[in-house]
Each structure stands twice: as C-alpha cells, then as structure tokens.
C-alpha cells in the first residue's frame, strides 16, 4: 500500500464508523475504510479495508483490498486481495493476486484475469 | 462546541483490526506536546554534551597516553637525578679523602662550614627556579610540605625535583670545594717544589751531618751539612725551586752556591769548581746549577751540602729521598 504510485490512497479519508449504517454508493479516489454496516456499491481508486466490525453486501471495485470483517458481494480488484484470520467472503472475486489467511472463509469463484486460462476456485 | 476546546485523535490501522479513538481536550494534548517538545529538547541537548563528553573523552584517553609517556620519563628522570646526586656524593667523598690525604683537615673543616652556609643560601633560587619551569608557583620548601596532596599528582616527578634541588643544593658548594681543592693541591705541588727533597749529584756519601773529627785539624767539630764525593765537573743539581742567593767564592767553602727556598729553608753547595747560575737567578728543581771542585779546605772533590730551615742547620738527610740513601 505504500508503495503505491497514487499518493491520495496511500491515506484513509473515507471512514464509516462501527456503529454507522449505510446504504447507497461510494465512489472515492482516496483510500475508504468501513468498520460499520453498509449496503450498495463501492468504488474508489484507492485501497478498501473491511474492518473486523464490519459487515458488508456491496459490489466492491477497487484497488486492493484488506478484509477482516464480513462481506457479501463480487469483487472485481486491481491488485490483490487479503482475507484476513476473521475475514469471511461470499462471492465471487476477480483479483490480480489473492492472500487468504489461516481461519479466512471464502465462499466463491475466483477469477485471476493476469493469467491465460481462467482459473477457477472453490471452497 | 463546548465551552472546552476538545479533539479525537483516531488510530486507523489499514489492516483489518479496529480504529481507536482519542479523545482529548486541546489544552492537555498542547501541554502533551510541551512536555514532548520539552523532553526532546533535553534528550537533544544530553545527546549534544554526550557527543560533546564522547570527544572529551577521546581527548582524555590520548592524554592519557602522553600522561604515560611522561611518567615514565619523569621517573627516568627520577633515576637519573638520584644516580646523578650519588655520584655526586661520591665525588664529595673523593673530595673529603682527598683532603684527608693532604693532612688538611682542619682547613677543610672550616671551609666546608663556609661552603654549607653558602649552599644554603643557593637552595632558595634553585628551588624557585626548578618549580618556575614546572608551573608549581609560590610554594617554600615547607608550604611543599603541608601542601602533601597537591604536590603528589606529580608522582614521580617530585622525587626527582627533590633529588635536582639536592644535586642544585650541593653542586656550588662541590664546585667551591673542589675549586679550594684544586688550589691546596697547585699550593701543596709549589710547597712540594721549593723545598729540598731530591739529591744534588750522584756521588758516595763520605761525611754526615753532626760531629766529627775535621778532616784537617782532627779536633772534633760539628759538621753543619753531608759531604758526597764525587768526580771533578759533575753536576750539581737544585735540590728545590728557588732563587739564588749567592754564587761566589766563600772562603774555607770555596766557591759557594746557595739557593733561597720560598718555605723557610735554604740549600747550600760547597767546594765547587764552577756556577752555572748567576746570583738572582731563579732555579726549579733539578736544574743544573754548578760542577763538583775541590775550591777552599777540602781534601778532594766532593760537594759539602747543607739545608737550613728558618736560619737553622739542620741534617740534609730529612731532605733526601730514603732510597738513595747512602752510608
């Protein structure tokens, strides 16, 4: 995320609150952080984090993405993605490189456009 | 807003564990950031002496060495001065037996009463000269005393300003001493030269000193000199450094020589054949003065000689060298 050629999403200027509930769209250049519960659409040139609190069902379009909490919807990334020990995705994603760690749950397909043939995943 | 200014200061992690709110009031988070700032700038400014003690420090650890340096100097100095202040004692000793030799203790007693009264008086400039060089000032042989502490940081060195101040102390009375030496041995060699102490001419003794029957009358009579024949024209040396007093014919003696000595005594050569000195003329020891005749009463050629010591006749065998005693 550092290292990211885009300095405005090196920076979280978007965040809704655990205890924040929303629903519409987000359409942000910066870096957007949800920790609350939010339902609709999410795009941003930036990098997405779903805090552990969270619990989403969006249509996610972004750079990267870090997840710890719950997420319901397809994500289509131009980087990678994180599942984190408490992340759980239902979904399917399309994603340049994918991380899930020890505990993550993902339930989806998986689609990695930077290889020829399409890959497919399920767990 | 409330009466109180106040702020959240929000920790968001950009993994996937929580955010964290602060909530501050401004006046606590501006004295926070005082103190921050103060304690900075005290670690900033313990950091510059650090820095700053580090340097010094490196400056102690070289001094150090040169401080090594010196001491081992200083205490060859030490050594140097104590070997110095031996020999001389040594010197003073050679001194002492010297005089000794010379029979001249009582003089040399007196002299070296003088001559410690003299050293004594050298003490005080020696010693203010030696602490100048040494940046010690002001302090009197007994302040060096009660000062004790101060004056041992220079270790070694002390001892060996004691020992330069003894050799200082003692080195112009030696010089005096040895000077005084010097002119009792040149008064002793002149004492040695101007008095009677060597054979006037290789010959046989025929007459002592004391009476005896006259060779002429045979009545007994007191013969005041030696007689030591000899064949005619041999030389006739002085007995000592002297002037001559006469060198004429002197009746019964003939021709007569005799030599004035410049310690009371006075030598006297008969029956010559002939001077080689003049009156008035100054003689050394040994050198030829006349030639052995048979001038005035006398039987055969010999030399009659006599010493006097202040006016007096007395036996020329004290004034002869034991070995070429003849009888």
Known sequence: ?123 | MSRKKRITIMWIPHWGSSPRNFNVSLGLLTSVAALVLAVATGLGILGRDYIHMQAKLDDLHRLEKVKNIQESQLEQFARESREMAQELEEIKEMDREVRELLEMEEFQEEKLEELEEDGDRQVGSGTLTSRGSLGIQGYSLREKEAAGDNYNYLGYGNQGLEEMDSIRFSLPSTRVSLEELENLLKEEKSRRAGTPSIWPLEGRLTSSYGYRACPFTGRRTFHQGIDVGAPRGTSIYAAADGVIEMARYNGGMGKTIIIDHPYGHKTLYAHLIDYKVKEGEEVKKGDVIGFVGSTGFSTGPHLHYEVHREGEPVDPMEYLPEKNRES
Do not use: C, H
């Open chain 1, 1 to 123: 995320m550092l290292g990211s050629r885009k300095r405005k999403s090196g920076k979280v200027d978007t965040l809704i609150g655990k205890e924040t509930e929303i629903k519409g769209s987000i359409r942000a250049s910066g870096m957007v952080r949800i920790d609350g519960r939010f339902e609709g659409e999410i795009l941003t040139e930036g990098d997405l984090i779903i805090g552990e609190s969270a619990r989403v069902k969006a249509e996610v379009n972004a750079r990267n993405l870090t997840l710890a909490g719950e997420l319901k919807g397809n994500v289509e990334l131009e980087g990678r993605l994180e599942l984190n020990s408490s992340g759980r995705l239902y979904g399917d994603i399309k994603v340049n490189n994918l991380v899930i760690a020890d505990g993550g749950l993902f339930k989806g397909s998986s689609l990695m456009p930077g290889m020829e043939e399409d890959q497919e995943q399920e767990s």
